[in-house]
């Protein structure tokens, strides 16, 4: 296996120079909120930094992706690039990820630029997750007072104009609409890629909130992410649909229902957007348009909602725990009933590595 090398600043000055598809930029409010404040801040950087930089290298291929499929028009070329990106990531970036946060509107600069609220949100919800790894992570703090403080966080959070909706959204919005599963059709691997992100993102409370910064909840962790490489690596599939939050991170879910339905919603808008930007049936000059309305949409708590209890329950219809990557510690889940809505198609769920060979 020969690794891919690349040197970060021809990858920006490369993408900073593509342009944008004409009569598709537009103006957005930028105002943007930081970090809420405490001592926890960093807390799973400084015990789990291998795990906590992988984040880096997620940001990375969020962004490259998005910028892709943004400003390649011609399909054949779009596929031949996210081979190439997806041969770096799962054989370089994710092995080495970036030591510090990746400045995605470098490696996406058309698709920032032109969809800013999009990476807005996207980087919000990021920074929601980053947080809560961190009070999970603070041995400083008792277990209530991690709860208490991760709702304190989830408040802040949903004060900001870039926020998810904290109720669960319909699977419809992400399955049913006319342009939905364009990306997984055509793009089965890297789908399966972002879709074992996704996985390890919810996952990884689980560990922490049974055992935190201990030993046992870091050796725990590094579990977490080895079964995430075994799915990289080709050793174990790729979920065959996507992860839901209350099936792979129950407890977590049970402590901090709005954080998993934002998370939830912020994993569904990954796929539309992927899926609007691949879709022939969206004109190139409406794609913007109808990723803001995808995004209204996943800011409105009143329609197109699940109830708590179907919420839960689309786990079961959606094939269980087996098909959505595997619990993230302990015994391997045993297999479900065949998956439903936000499947891969049959086949896809095991990566193909042939390509990282040269």
Same mark, same amino acid.
């Given at each position: ?9 021809? =990858? ?14 537009? /103006?957005?409010? !930028? ?11 960093w ?14 290298a ?11 499929l ?12 996210? %081979? ?10 994710? !092995? ?5 946060a990746?400045?995605?509107?470098a ?20 920074v929601?997750?980053? /947080? ?5 992570? %603070? ?12 709702e ?23 399955? %049913? /609409?006319?342009?939905? /599963? ?36 870091? @050796? ?15 050793g ?10 209350? +099936?792979? $991170? ?5 402590? #901090?229902?709005? $954080? ?6 912020? #994993?569904?808008?990954?796929?539309i957007?992927?899926?609007?930007? =691949?879709?022939? !049936? ?10 803001y ?7 409105d708590?009143t329609?197109?909602?699940?109830? +708590?209890? @179907?919420?839960? $329950?689309? &786990?079961e219809?959606? &094939? ?12 391997? @889940? ?9 499947q ?15």
């Amino acid at each position: 296996m020969v690794r891919t090398t690349r040197t970060w600043a021809p =990858v920006a000055m490369t993408l900073a120079a593509i342009v944008t598809p004409s009569g598709m930029s537009a /103006q957005d409010s !930028r105002g943007e909120q930081f970090y809420y404040p405490g001592s926890f801040n960093w807390s799973f950087l400084e015990t789990s930094p291998e795990a906590a930089r992988l984040f880096n290298a997620f940001d990375y291929g969020h962004a490259v992706l998005s910028e892709v499929l943004w400003t390649e028009a011609d399909a054949v070329e779009a596929s031949a690039r996210l %081979d190439e990106e997806y041969r770096f990531l799962t054989t370089d970036l994710l !092995r080495q990820p970036p030591r510090f946060a990746v400045a995605e509107e470098a490696v996406a600069p058309s698709y920032v630029r032109s969809v800013w609220r999009a990476h807005a949100m996207f980087h919000w919800a990021h920074v929601l997750h980053r /947080q809560l790894y961190d009070v999970y992570a %603070d041995e400083g703090l008792s277990d209530g007072e991690k709860q208490s403080l991760g709702e304190r966080i989830t408040d802040y959070y949903l004060s900001s104009p870039f926020a998810f909706t904290a109720v669960p959204k319909s699977m419809a919005l992400m399955d %049913d /609409q006319y342009y939905s /599963q364009s990306f997984r059709a055509g793009h089965a691997r890297f789908n399966g890629l972002i879709w074992a992100y996704h996985w390890l993102q919810v996952g990884l409370y689980e560990p922490l909130i049974a055992a935190g910064a201990s030993e046992r909840g870091r @050796a725990m962790v590094d579990e977490a992410v080895a079964r995430f490489f075994g799915m990289v690596d080709g050793g174990a599939s790729f979920p065959s649909v996507m992860p839901m939050t209350p +099936t792979v $991170a129950p407890t977590f879910t049970m402590r #901090h229902p709005r $954080a998993a339905a934002i998370f939830d919603n912020l #994993h569904m808008m990954h796929d539309i957007i992927s899926d609007i930007l =691949v879709s022939p !049936r969206v004109p190139r000059d409406r794609k913007r348009d109808v990723i803001y309305e995808a995004l209204d949409e996943f800011q409105d708590p009143t329609r197109n909602v699940m109830s +708590t209890e @179907a919420w839960h $329950a689309m &786990g079961e219809h959606m &094939g269980g725990l087996a098909a959505m990557g595997g619990p993230p510690m302990g015994p391997p @889940a045993p297999e479900n009933e065949e998956a439903g809505h936000g499947q891969m198609a049959p086949g896809d769920g095991m990566p193909d590595h042939g390509g990282h060979h040269e």
